[in-house]
């Protein structure tokens, strides 16, 4: 067996010993051999321990926790992604509601163009000017619903990031959690350094840690989004504040 195989081995089976130490686990005892040495007429007999395997904490690159603790936040993260889909129920139906208010007004304004030209075909001036105003006030109105539709339109995208955000936290506490099964497994076998099956072992826990790390870069992905789309929510209330206040203001 190679020096590198057997190094990998007892760096990623140390990583566990550590892990298992920090969660207050108990260390398997090591293997016993014995060596005795004569001095005149005693003999001493001295233990003399297996292979150890150690490594220091900054290998340890996804942190341990508890089995409680994981499965807390996996719940919860669970929790996030159906309430998600409930505001994404509750979004998408005002949404319908606001593009259909702003196509009521889309017509308002198409009416009053056809009484405002024939009102200036037949030059009566007055009906004219009022039917002008009217048309204006028409169109502020089709602004506010529209500043209403593109924040209805918004809320929806923001809850689908949220959605997306909490399932890719739900596979992270999944994944952290069959970590955590794995480094326990390893650790109670007290296998000596260069096994094959502690070597088979440890690259197991060696790939599932890549897997949760590369599982939380995807969450920071998605957090980062979901705080696109926050900003962008908030973007939209101010324009539809703006909007509101041209409305409610005096003639």
């Known amino acids: 067996m190679s020096t590198l195989r057997t190094f990998r081995f007892a760096a990623a089976a140390a990583v566990v010993t550590a892990v298992v130490a920090t969660l207050g686990g108990a260390r398997p005892a090591a293997?016993?051999?014995t060596t005795s040495s004569t001095t005149g007429?005693?003999?001493t007999t001295t233990a003399v321990a297996a292979p150890v395997l150690r490594v220091d904490t900054f290998m340890v690159l996804v942190p341990a926790r508890g089995a409680d603790e994981v499965r807390g936040d996996l719940d919860r993260a669970r929790a996030a992604v159906q309430s998600a889909q409930a505001e994404r129920v509750r979004a998408r139906d005002l949404e319908t509601r606001a593009s259909g208010a702003v196509e009521v007004?889309?017509?308002e304004i198409d009416v009053l163009k056809a009484r405002l030209d024939?009102?200036?075909k037949e030059k009566r001036e007055a009906d004219k000017a009022a039917m002008e105003a009217e048309?204006?006030?028409e169109e502020?109105?089709?602004s506010f619903a529209e500043r209403r539709r593109g924040l209805r339109t918004s809320e929806v995208s923001l809850a689908d990031a949220t959605k997306e955000r909490a399932e890719a936290a739900v596979k992270v506490y999944e994944l952290e959690l069959d970590?955590?099964?794995?480094r326990a497994q390893l650790a109670g076998l007290a296998l000596p350094a260069g096994s094959p099956e502690g070597i088979r072992r440890a690259g197991e826990i060696a790939r599932q840690e890549k897997r949760v790390l590369e599982a939380l870069r995807t969450l920071a992905e998605r957090t980062r989004t979901q705080a696109d789309r926050e900003k962008q929510v908030a973007d939209k209330r101010i324009e539809l504040f703006e909007a509101q206040s041209k409305l409610t203001a005096p003639s």
């Open 31 to 33: 293997a016993q051999d």
């Open 41 to 43: 007429a005693t003999t």
């Open 105 to 107: 007004r889309k017509r």
């Open 118 to 120: 024939l009102a200036k």
């Open 135 to 137: 048309r204006k006030e």
């Open 140 to 142: 502020l109105r089709k």
């Open 179 to 182: 970590l955590g099964s794995q």
